[in-house]
């Protein structure tokens, strides 16, 4: 992809952040609880009052998970909200797991609550229990299309499936003519679009792809996901492009080409150190950047707002797809050296 084409991607993607958050604040919602702005002193700041969130993620152990933490302490800090972030202590971010943690945060009776909602049938019951306990929900990352069933804010992140459609068309732009999406976690619906959509771009370019579904107990064992993808590859001699919803699946899936001795073209569905040192060598081809820093910074601040003033988005917040290739990776790794975790890579 040429610099002029990234440079308006970037772009569009900064006018749908910029967009949401100006919505966010103009456009008023009903609100039924007391806040200080009912105080009449035309302040809500001046009251003293402290909003107080809990943010509910993943596990840390992943840098993705790093820059939504950093996010919201961020926000905490730059917004005077009180923040707190509750993951999972392993790597086990399962739904039951996610949903007893909602069920914490519920517990700790916060002006708000921000959260991914990576599993559905698991975490939907206990997001419905929270508002209708009276507690505004904010859905970031996870969960574009049932934030507002839910009764939701609102939702930031980026559409699954319209990220999935800008990989895939970064593959047919680069000849790819049949593809394989790589799918690190099972059962979360945002991935599955997010594979989907991939592979519907291919096919409108007159290829193919399917899709492979690494076991969840897997994802994290890099020797079982190398062979897992070597084994797909082996399988199927015509695969030359292999987009992985993870950076690290992305360097497994590199190792398992080099060592069959295969040209394969590889994206990345995130990003990390050594995925954007891989795409300035130009041995991935680009990586997908979502910007989970932003999900949770405007996650709180849209929960702020609305707690306050009862404010809220029109409609969702987009802080992604931006794809990040060999034309701008050295600038996106200057920037993480400088700011580190920013960026989610480590």
């Given amino acids: ?30 609100c039924s609880k007391r806040t200080d702005a009912d105080s009449g002193d035309g302040s809500a700041e001046a009251t003293g009052k402290r909003v107080s969130v809990v943010v509910v993620s993943g ?3 992943d840098p993705f998970f790093g820059a939504m933490k950093s996010g919201s302490d961020a926000a905490g800090r730059e917004l005077n909200v009180r923040t707190e972030y509750l993951s999972p202590t392993s790597t086990d971010a399962s739904g039951p797991t996610l949903a007893k943690l909602m069920q914490a945060a ?17 975490q939907n019951p206990e997001i419905k229990a929270a508002i209708k306990a009276g ?15 839910l009764g939701a804010l609102t939702f930031v992140g980026l559409d699954p499936s319209i990220a999935g459609a800008r ?19 099972p059962g979360n619906p945002a991935l599955e679009q997010l594979c989907q959509g991939y592979i519907d771009a291919i096919k409108k370019g007159g290829g193919t792809a399917t899709s492979l579904r690494l076991p969840y107990q897997d994802s994290t064992n890099p020797t079982k996901v190398t062979q897992t993808i070597a084994g797909a ?13 993870g950076a690290a699946i992305a360097e497994n899936a590199l190792t398992a080409a080099d060592n069959l001795g295969r040209k394969i073209t590889i994206g990345s569905g995130d990003l990390s150190t050594k995925a954007l040192q891989d795409v300035k060598a130009g041995k991935i081809a680009y ?17 702020k707002q609305y707690a306050l003033y009862g404010l809220a988005p029109a409609d969702a917040v ?29």
């Fill in 1 to 30: 992809m040429s610099r002029s084409r990234t440079t308006r991607t970037t772009r569009t993607t900064r006018l749908a952040v910029i967009a949401g958050v100006a919505v966010a604040a103009t456009v008023t919602a009903g």
């Fill in 59 to 61: 596990p840390l152990s």
């Fill in 106 to 122: 519920i517990a700790k009776k916060p002006d708000a609550i921000v959260v991914g909602d990576f599993f559905p049938e698991a």
């Fill in 135 to 149: 507690i505004p929900v904010v859905v970031i990352n996870s969960g574009q299309t049932d934030w507002k069933q």
């Fill in 167 to 185: 990989a895939g068309a970064e593959m047919v732009s680069r000849g790819v003519q049949k593809g394989l999406c790589v799918n690190s976690v």
């Fill in 233 to 245: 590859l082996q399988a199927d001699q015509g695969v030359d492009g292999v987009f992985t919803t």
């Fill in 287 to 303: 990586a997908i950047d979502q910007q989970p820093y932003l999900q949770t910074y405007y996650g709180v601040l849209a929960a």
């Fill in 318 to 346: 987009l802080t992604g797809p931006r794809v990040v290739d060999q034309s701008d990776a050295a600038s996106v790794l200057e920037i993480n050296q400088r700011y580190q975790g920013i960026r989610g890579a480590s």
